[in-house]
Nanobody, 128 residues
């Protein structure tokens, strides 16, 4: 059983920065791709960013490319999302996820509850 616990969300002004963290526990979490998704009120959950098991291959949604950076520390079983130049449209609940399949970072785009493990989410609000 894998547990994913997010932290680091909060209220930030437009143009500001936040760093989200995800602590992973359970067997073999370092062997799989991990990523971040978000869900805004009244909208479907959407892919944000993913990173492969090695940490070398990363994949981003076009909406966050150049502003967000995903990273992982396998020694600490941690996943991170550095978010810069935040915009009001980035406001959402952010979810950490782990792929249950062996695959690439880009393969996480279509992750579902059936083929992935999910955290409970952390709220990010971008507002002045």
């Amino acid at each position: 059983q894998v547990q994913l616990v997010e932290s680091g969300g909060g209220l930030v002004q437009p143009g500001g920065s936040l760093r989200l963290s995800c602590a992973a526990s359970g067997r073999a979490s370092n062997s799989y791709s991990m990523g971040w998704f978000r869900q805004a009120p009244g909208k479907e959950r959407e892919f944000v960013a993913a990173i492969d098991f090695s940490g070398y291959s990363k994949y981003y949604a076009d909406t966050v490319k150049g502003r967000f950076t995903i990273s992982r520390d396998n020694a600490k079983n941690m996943l991170y999302l550095q978010m810069n130049s935040l915009k009001p449209e980035d406001t959402a609940v952010y979810f950490c996820a782990k792929d249950r399949r062996y695959g690439s970072a880009s393969g996480m785009v279509g992750l579902t509850r059936t083929n992935g493990d999910w955290g409970q989410g952390t709220q990010v609000t971008v507002s002045s």
